[in-house]
């Protein structure tokens, strides 16, 4: 495979750091082109919007005006990504040879007016996100004479597919808190997702407002000498092992790209647990964070947006307030019963706030919502 383990580790390394600070993102581009033997590299993101086709949020190698050329033309031009996206719509890696038939890549204008007179044809891509609002790919790209890039190559973007998905959601994350006209700080306060910074031994170096809260309940998790543990003791082990898995990541020392884990709790439904590395050399803290727990607890009711909404989209007082009841669960029917309004009034209330809001279903509606930071009358104190 190309690369060895300590090359591995730091791509690793570059990856979780680019999360934290976009700007090396190009860092991390540069260090993959070299590996892998591509002369470009990009990370384009197609979204659903008609106003946002595609673009490519960071590239190497890809001549400026090309890089609008693609955002204003050749992005619903990409045959290649859509073939991708059909052979496997949320794994997909491979080369170019693996997902289109060359001779009608050839005869493409994104090949002939785009990537060729760049002097590019092999590609090496692997998908980083695809729900159905977007899709989002990472791409190395390099001559024809220089050869189609073969299977160490694959190999080398399988190993890094776990991390960089997991940094790829965790920059997004990240930005939509820091974006936050509060700060980030703040905005992590805001969130009803609990969040919990770690250092390379796992131990707790704070939590935001949710975070606090939850270990107050002493209910799924709890805090003991400055280290996170499942509650019941069947879980601790598993629970224990994941996190130090993940912190030495973070810290260097492993290729664990984090996991997934549910919580039990008596009379109540399991939290669920998403922890991933990460790494930062400007973090605000005196310990270097080297992973985030993040935790969702379901019986908790989201907060509102409703005060935001109306600001950011201007929804009147009532269209806030269904879009609330319907982050909350309810369903049309109900909202409408709650509201004590007619259910075809709720529908078209809906539709108005998918105008407002330029989504086209309930589904992007309720992932735009809880991207939001909201208002929060608790505690904003931090462990």
């Known amino acids: 495979m190309v690369g060895d383990a300590g090359q591995i580790l730091g791509l690793i390394g570059q990856l979780y750091g680019a999360a934290a600070e976009p700007d090396r993102w190009e860092d991390f581009l540069e260090s993959m082109m070299r590996t892998i033997g591509g002369?470009?590299?990009?990370?384009?993101?197609?979204?659903?919007?008609?106003?946002?086709?595609?673009?490519?949020?960071?590239?190497?190698?890809?001549?400026?005006?090309?890089?609008?050329?693609?955002?204003?033309?050749?992005?619903?031009?990409?045959i290649v990504l859509n073939a991708a996206l059909a052979k496997n719509?949320?794994?997909?890696?491979?080369?170019?040879?693996?997902?289109?038939?060359?001779?009608?890549?050839?005869?493409?204008?994104?090949?002939?007016?785009?990537?060729?007179?760049?002097?590019?044809?092999?590609?090496?891509?692997?998908?980083?996100?695809?729900?159905?609002?977007?899709?989002?790919?990472?791409?190395?790209?390099?001559?024809?004479?220089?050869?189609?890039?073969?299977?160490?190559?694959?190999q080398l973007l399988r190993s890094l597919a776990p991390h960089l998905r997991q940094a790829f959601r965790l920059h997004q994350t990240l930005r939509r808190h820091e974006q936050s006209e509060a700060g980030i700080d703040v905005a992590l306060d805001y969130s009803d997702t609990a969040m919990f910074f770690l250092d390379a031994t796992g131990r707790l170096l704070r939590g935001n407002a949710r975070a606090i809260r939850l270990l107050s309940e002493g209910n799924g998790l709890v805090l003991s000498k400055g280290q996170l543990q499942a509650s019941i003791p069947g879980e601790a082990k598993r629970f224990r092992q994941l996190v130090m898995a993940t912190c030495a990541t973070g810290a260097g020392r492993n290729q664990?790209?984090?996991?997934?884990?549910?919580?039990?709790?008596?009379?109540?439904?399991?939290?669920?647990?998403?922890?991933?590395?990460?790494?930062?050399?400007?973090s605000l803290l005196e310990v270097l964070c080297c992973a985030i727990l993040f935790v969702g607890d379901p019986d908790q009711r989201p907060s509102s947006r409703s005060d935001a909404l109306r600001l950011l989209y201007r929804l009147t007082?009532?269209?806030?307030?269904?879009?609330?009841?319907?982050?909350?669960?309810?369903?049309?029917?109900?909202?409408?019963?709650?509201?004590?309004?007619?259910?075809?009034?709720?529908?078209?209330?809906l539709k108005t706030i998918l105008h407002k809001t330029g989504t086209n279903r309930q589904s992007e509606l309720i992932r735009l919502l809880l991207s939001i930071p909201v208002s929060s009358k608790d505690s904003t104190s931090s462990i």
């Open 39 to 78: 002369a470009a590299s990009s990370i384009i993101v197609h979204g659903a919007g008609k106003q946002d086709l595609g673009r490519h949020t960071v590239s190497k190698g890809i001549r400026e005006e090309y890089a609008r050329a693609y955002q204003d033309y050749y992005c619903s031009k990409n």
């Open 89 to 154: 719509p949320q794994n997909y890696i491979g080369t170019l040879q693996s997902c289109i038939d060359i001779s009608s890549y050839r005869r493409s204008e994104i090949y002939n007016d785009y990537a060729r007179p760049q002097n590019l044809f092999h590609q090496c891509s692997a998908l980083l996100s695809s729900d159905g609002s977007h899709a989002a790919a990472i791409s190395f790209m390099r001559a024809e004479r220089d050869g189609a890039f073969e299977e160490e190559h694959l």
């Open 256 to 282: 664990f790209p984090g996991g997934f884990m549910l919580l039990q709790r008596p009379e109540l439904r399991p939290l669920g647990c998403r922890i991933v590395p990460f790494r930062s050399d400007k």
């Open 317 to 349: 007082p009532s269209e806030a307030q269904l879009a609330d009841l319907l982050l909350a669960g309810e369903t049309i029917s109900n909202a409408a019963e709650k509201r004590q309004i007619k259910r075809e009034s709720a529908r078209t209330q």
